[in-house]
């Protein structure tokens, strides 16, 4: 076959014809469109092609499994409670108990959602009055953040020096920011240093912990007992399920401020790119997780507490990191 020579011509060239679309299939209608070639299924797409038997298998021997252990549960039950003897008493008895603790862990349960709703409140109203420079409201959500710490031991101390300094308050938005200096303060430092040992503790374990479910499960375990410190601090005290929804806000905000990913970039800061190639890889999950630790600590101070800062410093990631990893990098010098 003899290769086409190239030519010159004209774009204005009215003997020029353009083609249009690809060449027509044989047989097909002149001016159709040419159909496109179907798609080959792979190998996954067919694997999830109709129901999946083995799941459906698993789940209905679990149901059975579990409907069979409840029905010898309640035979068991019905049987010792039918006797008259120290077995069915005995019985009785320990239900009794069991109904009590759960309605105690019920009642434990809304009393801690009930407090984290009131901090919540607590918090949107002194923003308003500080945003309206509503003297009576600020005045108002003053006295409801004394009333909070009424009756704690540690903050009579606090709560009195407040008091005496009500009356001398006459500016808008000074009032708060005594409340603040006064009677939150205490707390913010002792909620810093809760963050630092969670954070301390997080880093060493993950160093050193052989296994990673291990070190997997003690910094989850680590940081929902950190919140239900700070919460306890501030005046929450949720339960199980406050916690939870507790670690939801957190978390929620730690993403929605993109503090996972800020995390990397401030043991990048604070440590150096250099010490960061030498740290062996144990030690720098250690720092990481003590990182995050700290982040989220830091944000659940943020979150739980009961009015925004106002005169008081906010505490930073970075200094509460600087003060956790102090240990974990003692043991890994940039000369080894």
Known sequence: MTPRQPRVFAPDDPALTAEAGPPEADGAAPGAAAAPAAAQPTLRELGRRGLRWGALLLSALAGAALLGLTAWFA????????????????????????????????????????????????????????????????????????????????????????????????????????????????????AKRLVTRSAKRVA?????????????????????????????????????????????????????????????????????QDLLRRLSRRLGEGAFNGALTARIGVTALEVIRPMPFLAARPPRVRDVAAEALKPLLARKSPAA
């Open 75 to 190: 035979r068991f039950v019905s049987a010792a409670l039918a006797r008259e003897d120290w077995m069915g008493w005995a019985t009785l008895a320990l239900l009794a108990v069991a109904a009590f603790a759960a309605l105690v862990i019920v009642l434990r349960e809304l009393v801690g959602f009930v407090r984290l709703a009131r901090l919540g409140r607590l918090r949107a109203d002194i923003a308003a009055a500080i945003a309206e420079r509503d003297r009576k409201g600020e005045r108002e959500a003053a006295h409801r953040l004394a009333g909070l710490y009424a009756g704690r031991r540690d903050q009579a101390w606090h709560l009195r020096r407040f008091r005496e300094h009500v009356r001398d308050v006459h500016d808008a938005g000074e009032l708060l920011a005594l409340a603040e200096r006064e009677i939150v303060a205490p707390l913010d430092a002792e």
């Open 204 to 272: 060493t374990v993950t160093a050193l912990s052989p296994m990673v479910l291990i070190a997997v499960g003690y910094v989850l375990v680590e940081n929902l007992r950190l919140l239900r410190a700070l919460a306890a601090l501030y005046g929450a005290r949720p339960g199980v399920v406050g916690v939870t929804r507790l670690a939801r806000m957190v978390f929620a905000h730690i993403v929605a401020t993109g503090g996972v990913a800020m995390t990397d970039d401030l043991l990048g800061q604070f440590l150096g």
